[in-house]
């Protein structure tokens, strides 16, 4: 694949701040109608495209570039940490302003119409991932789908959980509570910065495990480091042990081609607002069936004890649904470019952003170069250079937004970047230009 040159200013696509809420203004106004019919252009000009690269499985930066159009960025942001938060496309943003409408101007639909528009978006998210339905929940993040795993699992004084030592505070916290009023002992593992196979994962892990540990809960997307965990290899070792695991794929959904059953993991919580260009305050939670009478509910309302399947741990009373609605677009919208396709776009643009990087003296990568270990999080430092000052840099120079991660006394602190497909390599190398000139100045 060709690299683009280097160019003084990137091409502009967004919206400023006054056709952004111009926008948002004439979306709240006009028609249910013309809101379809607006989602539709958008999807025949991707079915252009699709029809135009066809045979190429993985297209180069002018198809990208093309998809780029169909987001609302705002004054010419470079968005860079959608690992935090993304960016919607226009037919999300579409559907959730005609359905936030539809719900405040006949609130009757809420319980009529909408309610089976939620039920369609379950499907869609079962085969989304491969699972089933009822295996299937829709909550609000990724925090509260550990929180139900956490909670809803009989553990008594002595039982362990292992979990890594690079876990989110989403991750890390459930089980604290858990210590804390019941007993249960935390065990820390150490996995590397970062491992490099599946074994120097595996493997700690493996020894770790006693006659009392009872689950694992792990990141499958490292936030700290860009490691893409072999959930895969370590559920099959922990269930040879009687060992149950939950994962944490916070950044997995839209930037990964999930697939619960191949994975075989029993828990596992993602948020849909960061890859997947759903609004935030959706969340899923996969429970596998076999393991779904060994959790309890942790939020009870009608339905807790009569449910079947994974919708007795959805009982969380009136929500706003036009966010769940908004989701199955955005599952629309991804399934209708590949997921495949996406998959291989996000990491081909890490793998290159990690060979620049590796170029540049004094740079530590954070991250697994092995594309099976890591996807479009990539996480570095620069020796004699704050983290923070790379990042108030590139976003005051280039308008570029990343984020700072890990912490100065476990020797994780960093800057980490987000490659979503919407970025293009241009972008990467102003980035790249920005360290360049950083390091140039160092001394």
């Not at 029809?51 to 159009?69: N, T």
Request: glycine content about 8%; hydrophobic content about 35%; proline content about 5%.
């Amino acid at each position: 694949m060709n690299t683009p040159q280097l160019k003084s200013k990137v091409p502009s696509t967004s919206f400023s701040r006054r056709d952004f809420v111009k926008y948002f203004a004439a979306g709240s106004a006009v028609s249910i109608a013309s809101l379809s019919r607006l989602n539709a252009s958008i999807y025949q000009s991707v079915t252009s495209l699709n029809q135009k690269y066809i045979r190429d499985e993985s297209p180069d930066g002018v198809y990208w570039d093309a998809l780029r159009k169909h987001y609302l960025f705002q004054d010419d942001v470079i968005m860079m940490n959608n690992g935090t938060v993304g960016p919607m496309p226009k037919p999300v943003f579409n559907t959730l302003v005609k359905t936030f409408r539809r719900q405040c101007t006949n609130p009757y639909d809420v319980y009529n119409f909408i309610s089976k528009k939620k039920n369609e978006v379950r499907i869609k998210l079962a085969q989304f991932i491969n699972a089933s339905p009822d295996e299937t929940v829709i909550n609000r993040n990724t925090t509260e789908g550990m929180n139900f795993v956490a909670n809803g699992l009989d553990m008594g004084p002595g039982d362990e959980v292992l979990i890594s030592d690079m876990e989110h505070p989403g991750g890390i916290h459930p089980w604290k509570l858990k210590e804390k009023r019941y007993g249960i002992a935390i065990k820390e593992v150490p996995i590397g910065l970062p491992p490099k196979n599946v074994n120097d994962f595996v493997g700690p892990f493996e020894k770790a495990i006693s006659s009392k540990t009872k689950i694992i809960s792990i990141s499958h997307t490292v936030f700290i480091s860009g490691l893409i965990a072999p959930v895969k290899e370590l559920c099959a070792m922990a269930h040879k042990k009687g060992v149950l695991v939950v994962a944490d794929g916070a950044h997995a959904i839209g930037m990964l081609n999930l697939n619960m059953k191949d994975m075989g993991v029993d828990f596992y919580a993602t948020s849909p607002y960061k890859w997947l260009g759903a609004p935030t305050g959706v969340g899923v939670l996969y429970v596998k069936k076999e393991v779904q009478d060994r959790l309890w509910p942790t939020i009870a309302s009608s339905g807790w004890d009569s449910h079947e399947g994974a919708k007795k741990f959805e009982t969380l009373g009136q929500r706003a649904d036009p966010i769940i609605v908004a989701l199955g677009e955005a599952m629309d919208f991804q399934n209708v470019l590949g997921r495949e396709r996406i998959e291989r776009r996000i990491k081909a643009l890490a793998g290159h952003l990690k060979k620049e990087l590796k170029k540049i003296p004094g740079v530590k990568l954070h991250t697994s170069e092995d594309p099976n270990l890591s996807g479009g999080l990539t996480a570095f430092s620069i020796e004699g250079i704050d983290p923070q000052k790379i990042v108030n840099y590139v976003r005051e120079k280039y308008n570029i937004v990343v984020r700072t991660v890990g912490s100065k006394e476990k020797g994780t602190y960093g800057v980490r970047v987000s490659t979503p497909t919407y970025v293009s390599y241009s972008h990467i190398e102003l980035f790249l230009e920005g360290i360049k000139t950083l390091v140039s100045h160092k001394g």
